[in-house]
């Protein structure tokens, strides 16, 4: 089956670590993105890439990091320097030109305390 | 820039009831416009979209909205609600020329038996 899978579902963590949080397509999507959801905020955009190699900071892009080595995979690290990293994450795949038409993984939901 | 404004934050219906969930957008280019659904603890599903051509788009589970360019608004409708509508619905905007969507804040629909 092809999709978007995030892993876990669930992590909590202290304050102060580092967490790297997972996902992968198998759609052969050229585009993936990460967007962070708080309640009554939407969705904002952390950061963002549309080929390998490659990537740009979204709207709230400070105190995380990510890297596009490989086109299925798309890792998000939430650094020290997030001062608010409780929320839900959610990862997103498109193809380049259609890049609108973005499809969704389920999420991550990330405790940090 | 573009921005995205849903009007009500939560909607409660009673089941068979009709619903309209409001969504106006700002925008200095042409758009497409989007609607998606969060289920509980899940990512996005796209519902339905508008591209081009006839203003008035449907989803398979009997949403439509309608394109209004003059009022900028793309308005969610159901003429009959079921219990399984409960969810979060995500109006979406981005123009043709951006790799990036940008969504409003949300409205939870809540269906009442």
């Known amino acids: 089956d092809g999709g978007i899978t995030q892993s876990p579902k669930y992590l909590f963590r202290k304050e102060g670590q580092n967490v790297t949080l997972s996902c992968e397509q198998n759609?052969?999507?050229?585009?993936m993105y990460w967007y962070r959801q708080d309640p009554g905020q939407g969705l904002r955009l952390i950061y963002y890439?549309?080929?390998?190699?490659?990537?740009q900071k979204g709207d709230i892009a400070e105190g995380y990091s990510v890297s596009r080595e490989k086109k299925e995979s798309f890792p998000l690290t939430v650094t020290s320097a997030q001062k608010n990293p409780t929320a839900f994450y959610l990862c997103?795949?498109?193809?380049?030109?259609?890049?609108?038409?973005?499809?969704f993984g389920p999420g991550t939901r990330l405790t940090v305390t | 820039a573009q921005s995205v404004t849903q009007l009500d934050s939560q909607v409660p219906v009673f089941e068979e009831a009709p619903v309209e969930l409001r969504c106006n957008y700002s925008?200095?280019?042409?758009?497409?416009l989007f609607w998606y659904v969060q289920y509980p603890n899940q990512g996005l599903q796209l519902l339905l979209k508008?591209?081009?051509?006839?203003?008035l788009v449907e989803s398979i589970n009997g949403f439509e909205a309608e394109f209004n360019k003059s009022q900028t608004s793309f308005h969610l409708r159901k003429p009959s609600v079921h219990i399984s509508d409960t969810a979060e619905y995500f109006c979406?905007?981005?123009?043709?020329?951006?790799?990036?969507?940008?969504f409003g804040k949300g409205t939870k629909l809540s269906v009442i038996p």
């Open positions: 890439s549309q080929i390998v190699n490659d990537f």
């Open positions: 759609l052969n999507h050229d585009a």
């Open positions: 508008y591209l081009s051509g006839s203003t």
């Open positions: 979406a905007v981005s123009d043709p020329q951006s790799y990036q969507l940008t």
């Open positions: 925008s200095s280019v042409s758009v497409y």
């Open positions: 997103a795949s498109a193809f380049r030109e259609n890049s609108y038409e973005q499809y």
